[in-house]
């Protein structure tokens, strides 16, 4: 199957339905509404090799249950969650320039993830691991309450008709979810190219209960150093394209 792609990201975020037995209305929506499309697309023997030489030492799996963040990576450090991450360039950048910082991404892309293990161990990187899953299943399953320093959203599949808007990964009910795995003082970093996108991102964060705007009531941050371009943004600022960041910080 096939998705549309927004100009700043390759593939959707890796974000789906949840199984779960729970009939809590927080637990329906996860588990009725999907929030990716999985594409077709072809692996380079290079990402090949990588997934099946690299996966031992960085790929995590959802049947391993939760994580000790100490034993995966070997010391205590700020952990962040990267949702969605692509071809894996920007999560790369951000590993190699913060090597006291562990990195967890998740990607359903089968390329985006071999990429991504290629171009880490090249890096010789030991502060990123990987899952080649669903988020909203890592998230239940694997990532400990009140553990993250950060989850970051970048450039998700925006679901641009109106009809599919329940599908977009910034939800009330999935804001949530994210706010109980974040520490106190921890930070939902998001970014869009599409302002529809954008402006329903501050509506829900807005009103979502425990959080604060770090830029302030109603107000997009700048872009922080901490986040690098990537090609597909620099091409949609060429074109004339905004990028919205929004920065949500754990209070309660």
Not at 13 to 23: I, L, Q, R, W
Request: charged share 25%.
């Amino acid at each position: 199957m096939t998705v549309k792609k927004t100009p700043d990201s390759d593939i959707p975020a890796a974000t789906g339905a949840v199984s779960d037995e729970s009939h809590t209305p927080e637990n329906k929506h996860l588990r009725s509404i999907r929030t990716f499309v999985v594409r077709a697309g072809r692996m380079t023997p290079g990402q090949k090799n990588a997934l099946e030489q690299q996966w031992p030492a960085m790929g995590l799996n959802l049947e391993d249950g939760m994580i000790d963040y100490a034993q995966l990576f070997g010391r205590k450090a700020p952990t962040i969650l990267e949702i969605g991450f692509g071809m894996g360039d920007s999560l790369l950048a951000m590993a190699e320039a913060a090597p006291d910082t562990n990195y967890i991404g998740i990607e359903v892309h089968h390329p985006g993830v071999g990429r991504l293990l290629s171009n880490a161990a090249n890096a010789g990187l030991n502060n990123l691991r990987v899952y080649h899953e669903d988020a909203l299943l890592v998230l239940k399953d694997c990532i400990p309450d009140d553990s993250l320093d950060g989850i970051q959203l970048f450039f998700p599949d925006p679901w641009h008709k109106k009809k599919h808007n329940k599908r977009r990964m910034v939800q009330p009910e999935i804001a949530q979810t994210f706010r109980k795995k974040l520490k106190l003082g921890g930070c939902f970093h998001m970014a869009t190219d599409w302002q529809p996108y954008a402006e329903h991102m501050m509506e829900v964060m807005s009103a979502a209960r425990g959080y604060q705007n770090r830029a302030g009531e109603g107000q997009y941050s700048p872009q922080p150093p901490t986040r690098p371009d990537t090609k597909f943004q620099r091409r949609g600022e060429n074109l004339g394209h905004g990028v919205w960041d929004l920065m949500f910080e754990r209070i309660q």
